[in-house]
């Protein structure tokens, strides 16, 4: 009786039955525990990326005290002014009737950055026009750093506290990209603190170099207007103010200098940075057709319908970098691009155009380091 109980091997149920339970309970396991286990393993993971993220958001809060002390000399603690505009936040305009958004979406942006300016003035008492303009800049991107880490310890705190493991699982998919965003951030405050010029300054740079030793005038909010003679043609060149990191109002300015100035403008050529693709080299440069700005949209959609309105063809050159490059100190490989840019210029102005017509090229970007 006691043999057949044991089985032939004498242990419980038999050998087989011993092997058939190690094989089956895992798999038992897994099949109720196993989601568990996964939540478990993606907090784990979440939870590291958040405490990296957290470091950065810290640092740069860190950074930007520490340029507004050392640069500005305020006279009272700035713990306390630079977390509260650290905490700011724009409500964009109700959208429901688009009829009229361009100008809200305008005023609203337009009364933010003079907030901002306004707080720098409040605290500077030291510290000339270029450091106060890499302080907001320092303070921009301090900003959007904490405002990631907001959004995802949200999502972090709420997928924990109630075990879905579809947000958990949504946050690790995103969460290299949302770090590769707060490190670009991070390696922009760096560029600020330096006054180099970055990526995205490139096409200030290049219009910048067909400025010099020509008078120029301010056409709108931060952005410059020089005029200069090619070939028997006359140009009409457009930047931001630089040194400075300003990306001023090209909208404005080139709808300013065909409506009000009547200048009769026969070409636009836009000049700007653009992200590259994955795969694609930095530094390489593309042409094409439309607007090249980026932005909320202000200054395009007032480009495009002013040379809409006059029938004015808008051509765009850019050079791809990506995100990183961007907003970092400007990469040898996109520096070297300028002279190569500016043939291209030159070229599209001789095969487009002929003696005695007016042209506008626009060089869009953060100046930055960047005179003219």
């Known amino acids: ?25 895992p798999f038992i396991l897994f099949l109720f525990y196993g989601q568990k286990l996964q939540s478990y393993m993606i907090l ?40 509260q505009i650290l905490e700011y936040f724009t409500i964009m305009p109700v959208d429901m009737d688009p009829s009229g958004i361009v100008g809200k979406l305008e005023h ?3 009364i933010r950055d003079d907030r901002i300016k306004s707080e720098i003035r409040v605290l500077a008492t030291e510290g000339d026009l270029v450091q106060k303009s890499a302080a907001e800049n320092i303070l921009e991107a301090a900003t959007a750093l904490n405002f990631i880490f907001k959004i995802i310890r949200h999502f972090y705190v709420q997928g924990k506290r109630t075990s879905n493991i579809y947000v958990l699982i949504s946050l690790q998919m995103i969460m290299p990209m949302i770090l590769q965003q707060a490190n670009a951030l991070m390696e922009a405050i760096d560029a600020f603190k330096q006054i180099q010029p970055i990526g995205d300054g490139i096409g200030p740079m290049i219009v910048g170099k067909m400025m010099l030793d020509y008078e120029k005038k301010e056409i709108a909010r931060d952005t410059l207007l020089t005029e200069c003679q090619y070939n028997n043609r006359t140009l009409y060149l457009i930047k931001s103010t630089g040194p400075g990191g300003n990306v001023g109002e090209p909208g404005k ?50 480009i495009e319908e002013t040379a809409s309105k006059r029938d004015i063809p808008m051509h ?29 210029v030159y070229r599209i102005i001789d095969e487009k155009t002929k003696e005695k017509d007016k042209m506008l090229i626009v060089g869009v970007g953060n100046t930055l380091g960047v005179a003219q």
Do not use: C, H
């Open 316 to 344: 765009a050159i850019v050079v791809k970098q990506s995100l990183l490059e961007a907003i970092s100190v400007m990469k040898k490989e996109i520096a070297e691009t300028a002279g190569n840019v500016s043939e291209i």
């Open 44 to 83: 784990g993971e979440v939870s590291r990326a958040m405490g990296r993220l957290k470091i950065l958001k810290e640092k740069s809060r860190k950074e930007a005290m520490d340029y507004i002390t050392s640069n500005l000399k305020p006279q009272s603690d700035t713990a306390e002014k630079i977390d």
């Open 1 to 25: 009786m006691f043999e057949l109980l044991l089985g032939p091997g004498g242990g419980l149920f038999g050998d087989n039955t011993l092997y058939q339970l190690i094989f089956y309970i």
């Open 253 to 302: 300015a080139v709808e300013k200098l065909i409506n009000e100035i009547d200048a009769d403008i026969k070409l636009i050529i836009m000049i700007d940075a653009a992200l590259k693709l994955e795969g694609e080299k930095t530094g390489e440069i593309s042409e094409g057709i439309g607007a090249a700005i980026g932005g909320i949209g202000v200054d395009r959609f007032k």
């Open 108 to 110: 609203t942006f337009t």
